[in-house]
């Protein structure tokens, strides 16, 4: 198993640009999620996917789109980059049953807005 | 709605000294916890989780912590650090009930001197 991946490692956009971080996992978890991460503050949620075909927004949502393709991918899109999105990116997944209610992290992806 | 706090941003400690990294939350319901793992440069990795049972909870690599309802805390704890442990270290929480994403605090830098 991979785990959760993510696509790309590390990134540089100029203000305006858009791009998509891609993120798929192949644990067969149900509910997915995006947060940003930033010096002193913590991981915050930006968009999450309880189930496929539910999105919701999290606590930072404002400049970003989110998409679940189906179980395995969970898809972010900045469409208009600024420099207050240059973070660390990271998707996460859970299967939210059982005893398994932890989330499993993938390795991130950092990106610098100039 | 729940939230974190992670009392020390910075912890500096000897090699081989014991170290404890706070951590309180606040919630109108009953909550799972879970204390993370990041090395620099990586994604977040599971330490430690308590969901019900003993509410002292062992983890990986010599951690534990303990979920003290009355206060609502959930420190983590270890007798003796290694250099290998420098890292930052995250809280969470989230809800028992209902798919909900996990709140993080805002992490506390662990650091290892020699």
């Known amino acids: 198993n991979a785990g959760v991946t993510q696509t790309p490692k590390f990134q540089v956009l100029k203000t305006g640009q858009s791009m998509t971080l891609q993120c798929a996992q192949d644990?067969?978890?149900?509910?997915m999620y995006w947060y940003r991460q930033d010096p002193g503050m913590g991981l915050r949620l930006i968009y999450y996917s309880a189930s496929e075909g539910t999105t919701d927004k999290g606590e930072v949502p404002n400049g970003y789109n989110v998409s679940r393709l189906n179980k395995r991918e969970f898809s972010l899109r900045l469409e208009s980059a600024a420099p207050s999105q240059t973070s660390v990116y990271f998707c996460a997944s859970t299967q939210n049953l059982g005893s398994s209610y932890e989330q499993y992290f993938g390795p991130g992806t950092r990106l610098t807005v100039t | 709605a729940q939230s974190v706090t992670q009392l020390d941003s910075q912890v500096p400690v000897f090699e081989e000294a014991p170290v404890e990294l706070r951590c309180n939350y606040s919630s109108s319901v009953s909550v799972y916890l879970f204390w993370y793992v990041q090395y620099p440069n990586q994604g977040l990795q599971l330490l430690l989780k308590?969901?019900?049972?003993?509410?002292l909870v062992k983890g990986i690599n010599g951690f534990e912590a303990e979920f003290n309802k009355s206060q609502t805390s959930f420190h983590l704890r270890k007798p003796s650090v290694h250099i290998s442990d420098t890292a930052e270290y995250f809280c969470a929480v989230r809800t028992i009930s209902g798919n909900t994403p996990l709140v993080f605090g805002k992490g506390t830098r662990l650091s290892v001197i020699a």
């Open positions: 308590y969901l019900s049972g003993s509410t």
């Open positions: 644990m067969n978890h149900n509910s």
